[in-house]
C-alpha cells in the first residue's frame, strides 16, 4: 500500500497519509462508510465496544460547541476525548488510523518517567510503528527512523518528538481536513444538534 521510503528525503516524502478514495472499488467505498456509521454510532451511545472508555464517559456527550470547536484546529480536535475518537473513527474509514495510533502512543511515552518503561515503551513503538515493514508502519523518512533506531537502548522523553511531529503535520494537512468536509463530521453536527436520527437519545 505504501512505497518504501528508506531512500527518499524528508523534502520528497509523500505528503499523503493515507490511500486515495480512487484506490478503492465501489465495494469497498461503500463497506467504509458503513463502518464509520458503525463506530460512530457505539461512539455516541458509550457501547461497551466504543474506542473510548464507557464507564467513564457514561453521563457526558459534546454538544454543539463541542463538534464546532472541533473544526478550529487539529489541537482542539485530539484535546477532546470524542473529537480524537471520532477522528480515529475517520482515519480507520481511509485506511490510516495508525498515524493516530502512533501520535497517542507518543503523547503516551512522553509521561513515563522510568528508564526502564521508557525502553521498553520505546522499542514497542519502534516495532509496531517504525521499523521496516511494521505492522502500522508510519510514513517517516529515512533519516528519522535511523535515529530513533540509534537511541532505543538508552531512550528519552523527546526521542519521538520529531517523528511525532512529521506525522502530526501529515494529519493536520491532509486528513484533518478531509475531516471536517467529510459526511462523518457532519453527521457528528447533526447529532449533537439533534438533527440526525442516527443515534436515539
Not at 500500500?1 to 509523500?14: H, P
Not at 466504543?50 to 473544526?71: C, G, T
Request: net charge positive; with cysteine; charged share 30%.
Amino acid at each position: 500500500m505504501r512505497e518504501n521510503l528508506s531512500s527518499m528525503s524528508s523534502q520528497n516524502m509523500a505528503v499523503n497519509d493515507c490511500m486515495k478514495p480512487s484506490d478503492l472499488s465501489a465495494g469497498k467505498k461503500e463497506i467504509k462508510r458503513k463502518n464509520w456509521r458503525t463506530r460512530l454510532r457505539r461512539l455516541w451511545t458509550n457501547s461497551s465496544k466504543s474506542i473510548l472508555h464507557p464507564k467513564k464517559n457514561r453521563s457526558y456527550r459534546p454538544n454543539v460547541d463541542d463538534v464546532n470547536q472541533w473544526a478550529q484546529s487539529l489541537d482542539k480536535l485530539l484535546a477532546h476525548k470524542y473529537g480524537k475518537a471520532a477522528f480515529h473513527i475517520f482515519l480507520k474509514s481511509e485506511f490510516c488510523e495508525e498515524n493516530i495510533e502512533f501520535w497517542t502512543a507518543c503523547e503516551d511515552f512522553k509521561s513515563l518517567t522510568s528508564q526502564k518503561d521508557l525502553v521498553s515503551k520505546a522499542n514497542n513503538i519502534y516495532e509496531e510503528f517504525i521499523k521496516s515493514e511494521a505492522p502500522k508502519e508510519i510514513n517517516l523518512d529515512f533519516n528519522t527512523k535511523n535515529s530513533i533506531e540509534q537511541c532505543l537502548n538508552a531512550p528519552t522523553a523527546t526521542s519521538f518528538q520529531i517523528a511525532q511531529k512529521k506525522i502530526y503535520s501529515l494529519m493536520e494537512n491532509n486528513s484533518y481536513p478531509r475531516f471536517i468536509l467529510s459526511d462523518l463530521y457532519k453527521e457528528l453536527c447533526a447529532v449533537a444538534s439533534g438533527k440526525s436520527k442516527l443515534v436515539k437519545y
